[in-house]
């Protein structure tokens, strides 16, 4: 068994830029305007960590720790409330189950079915986490399975071309039928790991959900333990939607993990902490760019650095 980890300091934070700006460039200003630290600058502080979709418990949370430490004047320093804020936060993403992804070696091949809604970076992702894979050592293959769009084969051989990933496709309409052959294939040469690619799909839509029982049939018909992981991407873009779709998406698939894409894209990186302290899936990685590098494991520690910092 092994972890699977990807992580570059430097690129998270050129990623969560935006969100950096948005809170503690905001915060900054705050304080250096500041003629005296009272409830108006504690109210303020809470307008920020809000506007950055960090959540309102958690918001509440830390007000409430700033309000109890200000009454000690020596206490209201920007850098007394940063390291209070800091530590909060990295709490909440440690006391989730942040865990990168594990791959069982016996039992070939790993099975992980990638869903979400459409554009929400699932094929990127794919090719990303190809890209961590294989760098481990893992033979990979993708299977194509997003058989609705005429052009979702060719983008999934672009990017896998990239990662040097192979692509399994047929002319089959039928994602089942396409996922029942790429296993096969994958059986016989010994694979490690085969990922799956699906079309783009809202919970709500019945018969694309049906779908996704169906795929996880036909794999069960030939690898006993079935599916070993259902990661759901997600937009960070999205912000407070991306939350509510892996609450709704939960209800109708056994999801094991989420990926959170485009970090890179949105002030709002907040949301990662109340995907931690509302949600219990587990954050597997993050998306801070359009490389194939920028797919990220969630780090706690650095990932509070990346934005306070
Ligand atoms: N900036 C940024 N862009 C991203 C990230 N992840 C995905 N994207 C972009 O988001 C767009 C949609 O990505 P896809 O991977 O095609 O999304 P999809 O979920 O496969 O889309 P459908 O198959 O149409 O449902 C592409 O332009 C990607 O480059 C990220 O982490 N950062
Ligand atoms: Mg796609």
């Known amino acids: ?12 934070k050129n990623g969560l830029s935006k969100t950096r700006n948005n809170i503690i460039g905001k915060i900054t200003e705050v304080f250096s305007g500041i003629v005296k630290f009272d409830n108006s600058t504690i109210d303020e502080i809470e307008e920020i960590l809000l506007s950055a ?17 200000a009454i000690d004047e020596s206490d209201r320093s920007i850098s007394k409330i940063k390291e209070l804020i800091m530590g909060e ?4 993403i440690g006391s989730a189950q942040s865990t990168p992804l594990q791959i069982i070696d016996s039992n070939k091949p790993f099975i992980i079915l990638i869903v979400g809604v459409n554009g929400s970076g699932k094929t990127t992702s794919i090719a990303k986490l190809a890209n961590i894979f294989r760098k481990s050592g893992y033979s990979v293959m993708i299977a194509s399975a997003d058989t609705f769009r005429a052009a979702a084969n ?26 029942f052959d790429a296993l096969n294939f994958s059986i016989k040469n010994e694979t490690d790991i085969l990922i799956i690619d699906t079309a783009g799909r809202l919970h709500t839509q019945k018969n694309l959900m049906e779908e996704l029982s169906k795929i996880k049939r036909v794999i069960k018909s030939l690898k006993s333990n079935g599916i070993d992981e259902i990661l759901l991407v997600i937009d960070g873009t999205a912000g ?6 892996a609450k709704e998406f939960s209800k109708y698939t056994d999801l ?17 902490f109340q995907i931690c302290s509302e949600l219990q899936i587990p954050l597997r990685y993050i998306g801070v760019g359009e490389e194939v590098e920028d797919l990220q494991n969630l780090e706690p520690s650095d990932f509070v650095k990346a934005i306070f910092n």
């Open 256 to 272: 094991t993990g989420l990926i959170l894409t485009k970090l890179d894209g949105t002030a709002k990186g907040g949301i990662v």
């Open 89 to 92: 936060l990295k709490n909440i």
């Open 53 to 69: 979709d960090i959540g309102s418990k958690t918001t509440e949370n830390i007000i409430d720790k700033i309000r109890k430490m």
């Open 154 to 179: 060719e983008q999934l051989e672009t990017w896998a071309k990239r990662v040097d990933v192979p692509v399994f496709t047929t002319t089959s309409k039928d994602p089942s039928a396409v996922v």
């Open 240 to 245: 407070q939607n991306a939350l509510m779709q």
């Open 1 to 12: 068994m092994s972890l699977l980890k990807n992580f570059n300091f430097d690129k998270l």
